[in-house]
């Protein structure tokens, strides 16, 4: 089955970076189009940064020029590198993949933005 799993949050400080890893398994991992969400509490899930199979890159005008998205299909791996954060990015960060007409979600990981 489907599955994703990210990792990499944590607390930092304003201006720190952080790299989340987004480990896929369950489907042919190159084929498909990977993309970043985040999601503060009470809010609604937003698209931060999409990368497709053949490694272009959208991003939200909220991350252009501080956040980076790639892939590694030898690994099955997307990660978004995040720079120079703020603390309007803390959320809970989440990887997701469309699999024809379904869409598949990780358990999110935890990005914390604090001085």
Known sequence: QVQLVESGGGLVQPGDSLRLSCAASGFTFSRY???WYRQVSGKQRELVAVITKRGDSNYADSGKGRFTISRDNAKNTAYLQMNSLKPEDT????CQTVLFVSAYWGQGTQVTVSS
């Open 33 to 35: 189009a990977m993309s």
């Open 91 to 94: 959320a809970v960060y989440y």
